[in-house]
């Protein structure tokens, strides 16, 4: 009788168990939660009125050698799943608009973890998650009637400042004052207490705060430049109103459609006092190359050494990089102009190799821009040099060269060049073309010559930019940029490439900045030196023919079809068809606003500054990269441009563009971008789109001081739940 009772009892106990555990499993599995993994987290997200579609949840490691984080967006019936996540321990929580965070919930992989989300109390708790973008977009810019700008004397405004484009471009938006970091996060739409309690007026403040750091010199350079009273004021109005309780116009719409099927996978690298520019994972021509390798990151001013990513061990590394000259100049030479809220006069900056950008080639080794001597060129580049670009076109001076990284036997070779490195990028012929000059040159390195001689001098060339102003087809004699034109010569252009990219052509192009800006088509010719021709091509500005305006082109890719695209500071994604050119392309008529019609704008989305009629959008993006393999997952030849203050990634599909938006930490803003195939038969998992956390300051991120900058890597997957 008592084996029986105790019989009974351990059945009892075993179906309360089974009930018990069934009950949870049901809940969720019952409740609509998704299938997961033994990898995965899922569940169901729901606030007081249900299902919350269209909600970020993140999931937060520190187990893993660097910290990681999966962000995922829920779909219609608030369902998530975070996807393939190492071992360790997690804090998940949700994030939204319209809500504030809830509370992080500690879980592990294979886990069903329901959410409960929580609405914000009032429209300021809310908007403290709205996308910079919103709150910059408070900005009250000067009036068109205000141009050209009056002087001191005036209206305050510089007179070579000529439009409100202008002053957009040179002040406010990529080329002025979000080309080094994001506006309108809470670290610049408010000033810092140990600043603004030195000042009654908050002008003054603003005066004192642009000293700040080592930056500091350029920032109050660039007010001088525009007419400083009156840009100290336009940013202290945007604060005050904003101390005042000003809130943003406009509301965020949750992620829809395609948005919501977004991974968003990010990596913790370098150190806090650092900064990324750009970052490489492949080689652009064949994006399986290094497949589940390394990605390799660039400090530029910041400090000398790669970072590095191992995706399959998710941990952090260093490269360091030296240049060739002890004596090369550093930028801890260049100290705070005035202490940081941050760092005080701490000199954080200490790079003299200043690596900006990189190209890998097909044997996986890296190619970067950076510096290897002081400034002054070697003598076979000047005057009275032997080697053919040197005859032509001596250069005196060159910043940046070349560095190459071999993973193979982990050696750095440093190459000078003459002429400077910034953006650099492969040919089908392995031909590495450059931009950044010096002003009137474009340069290449053949790195088939280099394999087979190492001799730097030999495998270089470089032209200046001549454009076929007598329209005879070849290049002759030509007049100097501040010589009156010859029907019967030439003309060569003191430009310079910002952006560039080799065409599919046998042509390279690049970007011209400034008020209209232009894109210049350099074509190499059989003799390069000597034949090189170049075609320039304004964005459609002050122009009565033309249907659309913008300005201010600076990043830059190429799709298949040799169509060039471009972010510009006007608040556009633009793209330029040659094929579409109506009037001559060469010749006197060909002065760069003569083909409007192959120019094509989609306006960035979200709001526009106050008062702004010459721009479109208060968004900022730096540079673009066309997926020409499908690496994010929203099809081929798509293009994507950096969200600097949308804080996510821009893809223009079937001429809409979608934001695929960062949501923790707040605070992204992008340079580079780059995309590789890990396995080409692993669907939407063995491919994904990379950009590195590029501001020069990742202590105003969320998190503040002590915030490292960031690996980020993008995935589309079929919809919000595939695992």
């Known amino acids: 009788m008592r084996t029986t009772r105790i019989s009974a009892l351990l059945l009892g106990l075993s179906l309360i168990v089974f009930f018990a555990t069934t009950s949870v499993w049901m809940s969720g599995q019952g409740g609509g939660a998704p299938a997961i993994d033994n990898d995965d987290i899922g569940g169901v997200v729901t606030g007081v009125g249900g299902p919350e579609a269209g909600v970020w949840v993140i999931?937060?490691?520190?187990?893993?050698?660097?910290?990681?984080?999966?962000?995922?967006?829920?779909?219609?019936?608030?369902?998530?799943?975070?996807?393939?996540?190492?071992?360790?321990?997690?804090?998940?929580?949700?994030?939204?608009?319209?809500?504030?965070?809830?509370s992080k919930v500690k879980s592990a992989p294979g886990k069903v973890v329901n959410l409960k989300a929580v609405a914000a109390p009032d429209k300021k708790a809310a908007a403290q998650y709205y996308p910079a973008q919103y709150w910059y977009a408070l900005l009250q810019v000067p009036p068109k009637s205000d141009f050209p700008g009056t002087g001191d004397k005036g209206n305050g405004i510089s007179p070579n400042i000529k439009?409100?484009?202008?002053w957009i471009r040179n002040i406010v938006n990529t080329d002025g004052w979000t080309g080094c970091h994001q506006m309108g996060g809470p670290a610049t739409r408010t000033i810092p207490p140990s600043i603004l309690k030195e000042f009654e007026d908050t002008s003054m403040a603003?005066?004192?705060?642009?000293?700040?750091?080592?930056?500091?010199?350029?920032m109050n350079a660039r007010f001088t430049q525009v007419g400083r009273a009156r840009a100290l004021g336009m940013f202290a109005d945007w604060t005050d109103r904003i101390a005042k309780g000003a809130l943003p116009d406009q509301t965020p719409q949750r992620p829809q459609g395609l948005e919501r099927n977004v991974v968003v996978t990010m990596w913790d690298w370098a150190d806090p006092k650092v900064y990324l520019h750009d970052a490489i994972s492949t080689d652009k021509r064949n994006p399986t190359i290094n497949a589940n390798g390394p990605i390799y990151g660039a400090l530029e001013e910041s400090a000398d050494y790669f970072s590095v990513i191992d995706p399959k061990t998710n941990a952090a590394s260093q490269i360091r990089v030296a240049p060739r000259d002890a004596d090369t100049p550093s930028s801890k030479e260049q100290p705070p102009a005035a202490p940081s809220p941050f760092w005080a006069d701490e000199v954080i900056w200490n790079s003299q190799t200043t690596v900006h950008s990189f190209a890998m080639d097909k044997q996986g080794r890296v190619w970067a821009a950076r510096r290897v001597r002081k400034p002054q060129t070697p003598a076979w580049c000047q005057a009275g040099s032997d080697h053919p670009?040197?005859?032509?076109?001596?250069?005196?001076?060159?910043?940046?060269?070349?560095?190459?990284?071999?993973?193979?036997?982990?050696?750095?070779?440093?190459?000078?060049?003459?002429?400077?490195?910034?953006?650099?990028?492969?040919?089908?012929?392995?031909?590495?073309?450059?931009?950044?000059?010096?002003?009137?040159v474009e340069g290449w390195?053949?790195?088939?010559?280099?394999?087979?001689?190492?001799?730097?001098?030999?495998?270089?060339?470089?032209?200046?930019?001549?454009?076929?102003?007598?329209?005879?087809?070849?290049?002759?004699?030509?007049?100097?940029?501040?010589?009156?034109?010859?029907?019967?010569?030439?003309?060569?252009?003191?430009?310079?490439?910002?952006?560039?990219?080799?065409?599919?052509?046998?042509?390279?192009?690049?970007?011209?900045?400034?008020?209209?800006?232009?894109?210049?088509?350099?074509?190499?010719?059989?003799?390069?030196?000597?034949?090189?021709?170049?075609?320039?091509?304004?964005?459609?500005?002050?122009?009565?023919?033309?249907?659309?305006q913008g300005f201010a082109p600076r990043g830059m890719d190429i799709d298949s079809k040799n169509v060039v695209w471009t972010v510009l500071s006007s608040g556009h994604l633009a793209s330029f068809d040659r094929r579409k050119c109506k009037a001559p392309l060469n010749g006197p008529t060909a002065t760069g606003q003569h083909c409007a019609e192959g120019w094509s704008l989609y306006p960035f989305p979200g709001p526009n500054y106050k008062?702004?009629?010459?721009?479109?959008?208060?968004?900022?993006?730096?540079?673009?990269?066309?997926?020409?393999?499908?690496?994010?997952?929203?099809?081929?030849?798509?293009?994507?441009?950096?969200g600097n203050l949308s804080e996510g990634l821009l893809a223009l599909v079937n001429d809409k563009i979608v934001t695929f938006r960062v949501p923790y930490p707040m605070g992204y803003y992008a340079k580079g971008l780059d995309g590789r195939i890990d396995n080409p038969k692993g669907g939407w998992k063995g491919k994904g789109l990379y950009t590195p956390v590029s501001t020069r300051a990742p202590f105003h991120m969320e998190g503040g001081k002590g915030e490292t900058p960031k690996l980020v890597k993008f995935q589309v997957r079929p919809d919000p739940v595939s695992k």
């Open 59 to 102: 999931a937060e490691t520190r187990s893993t050698p660097t910290r990681l984080i999966k962000s995922v967006v829920t779909d219609d019936r608030g369902r998530y799943v975070v996807p393939d996540l190492p071992a360790g321990e997690y804090d998940v929580w949700v994030r939204g608009y319209g809500l504030v965070d809830s």
């Open 163 to 166: 439009s409100q484009g202008e």
């Open 206 to 218: 603003w005066d004192r705060r642009i000293q700040s750091g080592q930056a500091g010199g350029g």
């Open 389 to 440: 670009s040197g005859k032509l076109f001596p250069i005196t001076e060159g910043q940046r060269g070349l560095i190459m990284y071999d993973p193979k036997t982990k050696q750095v070779t440093t190459i000078d060049t003459c002429f400077t490195w910034g953006h650099l990028n492969f040919d089908e012929n392995d031909v590495l073309w450059s931009s950044f000059g010096p002003q009137g």
């Open 445 to 548: 390195f053949d790195v088939k010559t280099w394999d087979k001689t190492h001799d730097e001098k030999a495998s270089q060339g470089w032209s200046a930019f001549v454009v076929d102003y007598n329209g005879n087809g070849k290049r002759d004699a030509y007049t100097e940029p501040n010589q009156p034109a010859d029907p019967t010569k030439d003309k060569r252009l003191a430009i310079q490439f910002y952006g560039d990219s080799p065409g599919y052509d046998g042509s390279v192009w690049g970007t011209v900045q400034g008020v209209p800006g232009a894109l210049g088509r350099f074509v190499p010719g059989p003799h390069p030196p000597e034949t090189a021709l170049t075609e320039i091509y304004e964005v459609p500005w002050n122009n009565p023919k033309a249907t659309i």
């Open 611 to 642: 008062g702004a009629v010459e721009n479109a959008s208060a968004d900022s993006a730096y540079y673009n990269f066309v997926d020409r393999f499908d690496l994010l997952g929203v099809g081929k030849e798509v293009p994507l441009a950096t």
